[in-house]
């Protein structure tokens, strides 16, 4: 059982970072990849931001257009993300995400993902 915690949200203006962190207490090193989703005001699904697999191989939503960076931290047992030029449309609940068993699709699809975190809020102002 691997349990996530994410953290790292809040306030943000426009144009401004914020860097969010995803601990996995639990088998940290037997996830084959994780990811972080978000999931917008007034939408009801989640969409993926970015994913990174055990092997370090990334997948960005285009929505990221290169200002997002995902990465995974072996010694915390954390996956960061590190959000710079924010946007008021980044403005979501941020989730993350594990996968364990063995995934069909790249990027992972939501369905395919064993483990999510609560849970993060980041809101941007223009």
């Known amino acids: 059982q691997v349990q996530l915690v994410e953290s790292g949200g809040g306030l943000a203006q426009a144009g401004g970072s914020l860097k969010l962190s995803c601990a996995a207490a639990g088998s940290f090193f037997s996830m084959n990849a994780m990811g972080w989703y978000r999931q917008s005001p007034g939408k009801m699904q989640r969409d993926l931001v970015a994913v990174i697999t055990s092997d370090g191989r990334t997948n960005y939503a285009d929505f990221v257009e290169g200002r997002f960076t995902i990465s995974r931290d072996n010694a915390k047992n954390t996956v960061n993300l590190q959000m710079n030029s924010l946007k008021p449309e980044d403005t979501a609940v941020y989730y993350c995400?594990?996968?364990?068993?063995?995934?069909?699709?790249?990027?992972?699809?939501?369905?395919?993902?064993?483990?999510w975190g609560r849970g993060t809020q980041v809101t941007v102002s223009s």
């Open positions: 995400g594990a996968v364990e068993s063995d995934y069909v699709n790249f990027p992972p699809r939501p369905y395919e993902y064993d483990y």
